[in-house]
């Protein structure tokens, strides 16, 4: 019997996901360092933080009022209070080491230690004490005018995490909340992933900087400032390199200066695309490896992944818009990787056409407005989606995402879309 081969078409370009695969498995955290927990702010933690303590350390007072013994105020009521023997006053951060016994109160306040033989405390409010002066003296006894259930407004030792508990764990982005934790806890040196360092350039024989004048043919540099602000926001150390002619060795001199500045990616925009002066690909080949070149994406599909010199680098194509786009969609994932964290994250949210769209069948990013009416999101685009026209990324909210396969989409039909954060 003769096997009839079946033979698949060859893919023309790798889909975004496949891209995204390749780039991240080739790319490992950056290394370990300690840090002051003040410095630690949004940084990514690189071990499992362990508390060494219970939380909280001790039995502590939810309010001001008076530590009992819930025993003795099992008859108390509004018209038979009990009356108990005031025996302390304890404030926060003191300690007393005598009992409370039947029969006996002691005044306490929020975040002080309940004394031992003491199990519940009664709101001062629930007393006959009605001093709110500040400094007030303690009464030498006291009256309770109802039950209270044994335990009540006390906070017993480690009911909120008990020691040797994970409380954070490696891979995760430091926010306020758990920078307060880490000192509650008392961890005031923090392991973290140090910042990953990016190093960013243009390349064209048409850039300018902002602050020089514009002339014939020439036009403003503006991805290396877009970029810059991008890469700034998932904490990174950027370095700008500038603006590169459109010339191999010139090219070729900007990486390998980078040989005595050692970075963890190289991200450069233009000159990926089929242009008689599109050297770069050409150049990461003398001394590194192409892994792919174009995706299957609008915009940004000459986007060209590999290594120079063993550092991993992405070129981006120059249209300002592929250069953001193509930012979002793989830059970011591998400094996300890079930065050791476990997830990478990103805003994003369903949003209903209010108007049809029309695609090519690549998977697309346009730039839309979404807006908030009658309990959904509505998207429309922000003007044409030409891939240079950056005035429309401005004026947009959300990248709003066709997938590939798809030619148009009605109005009504239901799209992802990522916020673009300010
Ligand atoms: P290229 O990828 O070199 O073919 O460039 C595509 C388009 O993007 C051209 O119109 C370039 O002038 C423009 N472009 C390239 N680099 C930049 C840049 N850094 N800032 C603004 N526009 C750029
Ligand atoms: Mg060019």
């Known amino acids: 019997m003769i096997a009839i081969l079946e033979k698949t ?7 975004v996901s496949e891209a995204q695969q390749r780039m991240l498995q080739s790319i490992r955290p950056v290394d370990e360092t300690i840090i002051p927990l003040e410095q630690s702010h949004s940084r990514v933690i690189s ?41 302390a006053d304890i404030q926060a ?11 006996q109160a002691a005044r306490i306040m929020t975040g002080a230690a309940v004394p031992a033989g003491a199990d519940t405390v009664v709101p001062v409010e629930e007393t006959n004490f009605t001093d709110r002066s500040p400094g007030a003296r303690a009464p030498d006894s006291v009256q309770i005018f109802r039950v209270f259930n044994t335990g009540e407004y006390v906070r017993p030792r480690g009911q909120d995490l008990l020691s040797d508990q994970v409380v954070l764990s490696a891979g995760h982005r430091l926010r306020p909340q758990d920078a307060g934790l880490l000192a509650m806890l008392g961890i005031a040196r923090v392991p973290v992933f140090r910042r990953p360092r990016v190093a960013i350039f243009s390349t064209g024989d048409e850039l300018l900087a902002p602050d020089q004048p514009l002339s014939p043919g020439k036009i403003h540099d503006s991805n290396s400032y877009t970029l ?45 695309s089929v242009g008689n002066f599109d050297y770069m690909r050409s150049v990461i080949e003398a001394q590194g490896k192409i892994e792919f070149w174009r995706v299957n994406m609008r915009p940004g599909k000459p986007v060209t992944f590999g290594s120079y010199r063993g550092i991993p680098i992405i070129g981006l194509p120059g249209n300002p818009v592929s250069a953001f786009v193509g930012c979002e969609v793989f830059v970011r994932p591998v400094i996300s990787r890079l930065s050791g964290e476990a997830q990478a994250t990103r805003r994003a949210t369903r949003a209903e056409l209010a108007e049809p769209i029309e695609s090519d069948g690549r998977e697309s990013y346009l730039r839309g407005i979404l807006t908030f009416q009658r309990g959904k999101y509505l998207a429309r685009l922000t003007g044409h989606q030409g891939s240079g026209n950056l005035f429309s990324l401005v004026q947009a909210n959300a990248l709003l995402i066709v997938p590939s396969g798809v030619k148009s989409l009605p109005a009504g039909a239901e799209v992802e879309a990522w916020w673009l954060e300010g």
């Open 9 to 15: 078409p060859l893919a023309p370009y790798l889909s």
């Open 47 to 87: 071990q499992d933080i362990r508390s060494q303590i219970d939380w909280p350390p001790f039995a502590t007072s939810a309010m001001d009022g008076f530590a009992v013994q819930a025993e003795d105020i099992l008859q108390a009521a509004p018209n038979s209070p009990v009356t108990l023997e005031v025996i």
């Open 93 to 103: 951060g003191s300690t007393i080491y005598q009992r409370v016994l039947a029969g």
């Open 228 to 272: 810059a602000a991008q890469l700034a926001k998932h904490d990174v150390e950027v370095f700008p390199l500038g603006v590169v002619p459109d010339n191999f060795n010139a090219i070729q001199q900007r990486l390998d200066w980078l040989q005595d500045h050692p970075v963890d990616l190289i991200v450069t925009t233009a000159g990926v």
